[in-house]
């Protein structure tokens, strides 16, 4: 269940770079790849880069090298199969974005937050030597296999076009498994109120490593710390409310009982995440856009 908010009229949720948004990314990217450095020297595991620490196997593709078949592998299971390392693993990086309406909630909205992080990831996957595909729920924007720093100008023009509208969100995306084939980094980023937390299994596989970063406006987060007609608290009594994404509009009686069941539901779904990203050792956070996109990335990589 999404959650609503009070009917007040919002500007049309869109999406700027401003001008000191690619000095920014530059400095972050730089700062991700020194402390990817430094514990790759430590001979600590990371996330931000790539190596050749084996993570799996995948099955034998046509026209590969014989050589690099597991014959050990092969004996047993009698399928040609191959090693997998963390190197080729990363090579292909897929970023599911959510553009759906309730993504224009906040200020600033989620949906301009979600942005720069999904360009911040971009870049960051072009430091490290992959591809990068970008798919956006609403289906205009289909990006991939960005290799160069030259054509993030290209995708930030890309998503400038997008709006925070219509119903489809990281649900959407995840129906459709050819966006991730192959990749060996997933990103979900949005409110990921749409999709239950047990469907970010069907993203496991050997080798694919996953992230999820949640974005949440504080009057989601807290109803009682936001959300009134006049940007204050809820006060007690009837509200008129709004589906960003439905347009549909209900009355509720908001009091101290409604905003506790409201925030032990929210907290539930997002212990789930964090459980089902423990689980399969995926990075999970849950920010507010209030937050920079610097202090997201770096949370989600442990920088």
Known sequence: MRPLRPAVALPSPRIAFGSDFLPRLGRLVARLAAAAGRREGAGRTHRFGAGTEFVGYRPYRSGEDPRQLDWNLYARLRRPYVRVTRCEASEH???LLDTSASMGVGVPGKLQRAAEVAIALASSGLRAGAAVDLHASSGRT????LRRPAGLAAWMA???AERAQGG???AALLGEAGRV???????LVGDLLDVPPSEARRLARVGRELFFVQLLAPEELSPSTGGGADGGPLSEGPVRWIDPESGDERTLFVDRRARGAYEHLLAAELEAWGAIAARHRAAYGCWSPASSFEEIV?????G
Not at 142 to 145: F, K, N, P, S
Not at 298 to 302: D, E, I, N, R, V
Request: charged fraction near 15%; charge should be positive; avoid cysteine.
């Open 298 to 302: 770096q949370g989600l990589f442990g």
């Open 181 to 187: 084939r192959g990749a060996g980094r997933v990103f």
């Open 168 to 170: 489809a969100g990281i």
């Open 142 to 145: 289909r990006l991939h296999g």
């Open 158 to 160: 890309a998503l400038e």
């Open 93 to 95: 990086w897929a970023i």
